[in-house]
Nanobody
Framework: QVQLVESGGGLVQAGGSLRLSCAAS????????MGWFRQAPGKEREFVAA????????YYADSVKGRFTISRDNAKNTVYLQMTSLKPEDTAVYYC?????????????????????WGQGTQVTVSS
């Protein structure tokens, strides 16, 4: 079992920044990949970013590349999503997810079906 709790969402003006955090508990955090996804009203959940268990590989959706940075602190069991140059189209509920069934995996998933545990989500609203 893995429990995930996101924090850090809020309301920000376009061009601003936010940092999301996701604290994990349960299975050994340092052994599995973590991802961030988002879902805007009326839209499908979409991939945002992911990071390998070893933190040496990261992946981003084209829409956020160069603006968002995913990182993790395995000593704190926490993954982060630093978001800069925010746009109104970044408005969504952001979810962190754990791919805990593939410990030590070299591959990192970008599809929601590859993740088996999810947080409750945190709202990010970017005003124009």
């Amino acid at each position: 079992q893995v429990q995930l709790v996101e924090s850090g969402g809020g309301l920000v003006q376009a061009g601003g920044s936010l940092r999301l955090s996701c604290a994990a508990s349960g299975r050994t955090f340092s052994t599995y990949a973590m991802g961030w996804f988002r879902q805007a009203p009326g839209k499908e959940r979409e991939f945002v970013a992911a990071i390998r268990w070893s933190a040496d590989r990261t992946y981003y959706a084209d829409s956020v590349k160069g603006r968002f940075t995913i990182s993790r602190d395995n000593a704190k069991n926490t993954v982060y999503l630093q978001m800069t140059s925010l746009k109104p189209e970044d408005t969504a509920v952001y979810y962190c997810a754990a791919d805990s069934s593939r410990a030590w995996a070299l591959v990192v998933g970008t599809r929601s079906s590859e993740y088996d545990y999810w947080g409750q989500g945190t709202q990010v609203t970017v005003s124009s």
